[in-house]
């Protein structure tokens, strides 16, 4: 069937729908998402990044290499001390390559400063987690699959343990000792 406009109407037909390539700047093309609803943890040292790849990534493959990526993260963390430092790093893999940091996503090189994300303390409450939220659109610049995950890292002198979807005090000892959910939610955007 022919697509034709109707000059009285604007009506289109013969268009099931639009081809991503005629998307306006700025449109949506696809949203993945992923839910993460048990626990994963992993235990490192001062300033050592903690990297979660395997534990918790999703993969989005783009239509076109102008296109970006919106990446959002919503994370349940804690780490197993009180008033720490989490620091948070977004990392990403394309096609068959390996994971490593997004340095766009990071700041800027400071003597032996930890470039990261952001950071969040700890918290005092061992039965709290924090909702953190990570948020950046990428340019992967290719239309192979890009996977992308995180990693944590803490400042304290001693060996940590970081926690996902749980607190640092997870007994099943108190009704309100709580469990939560991490999401990972990719958009192509249209460039």
């Not at 048990?38 to 490192?44: C, L, N, Y």
């Not at 349940?76 to 490593?100: D, P, Q």
């Not at 990071?106 to 987690?129: F, I, L, P």
């Amino acid at each position: 069937m022919a697509v034709s406009i109707n000059g009285n109407t604007g009506v289109v037909t013969g268009l099931a729908a639009l081809p991503d390539s005629a998307m306006a700047s700025g449109s949506i093309i696809q949203v993945v998402q992923s839910v993460k609803t048990d626990t994963a943890s992993q235990s490192a040292g001062i300033a050592s990044p903690m990297n979660f790849d395997s534990v918790f990534s999703k993969a989005i493959t783009p239509s076109s290499s102008s296109n970006k990526i919106e990446v959002t993260f919503n994370l349940s963390v804690a780490l197993s001390t009180a008033t720490n430092l989490m620091l948070f790093r977004l990392r990403r893999k394309i096609g068959s390559g390996s994971f490593a940091d997004v340095t766009d996503a990071m700041g800027d090189t400071a003597a032996s400063r930890y470039r990261c994300m952001t950071t969040v303390e700890s918290g005092a409450n061992a039965y709290m987690m924090h909702c953190l939220n990570l948020n950046f659109l990428d340019s992967p610049n290719t239309t192979n699959a890009v996977e992308y995950s995180f990693s944590a890292a803490h400042d304290s002198g001693s060996t940590r343990t970081f926690y996902l979807n749980r607190a640092d005090n997870d007994t099943s000892s108190y009704a309100y000792v709580a469990r939560g959910i991490s999401t990972i939610i990719l958009r192509e955007v249209a460039a």
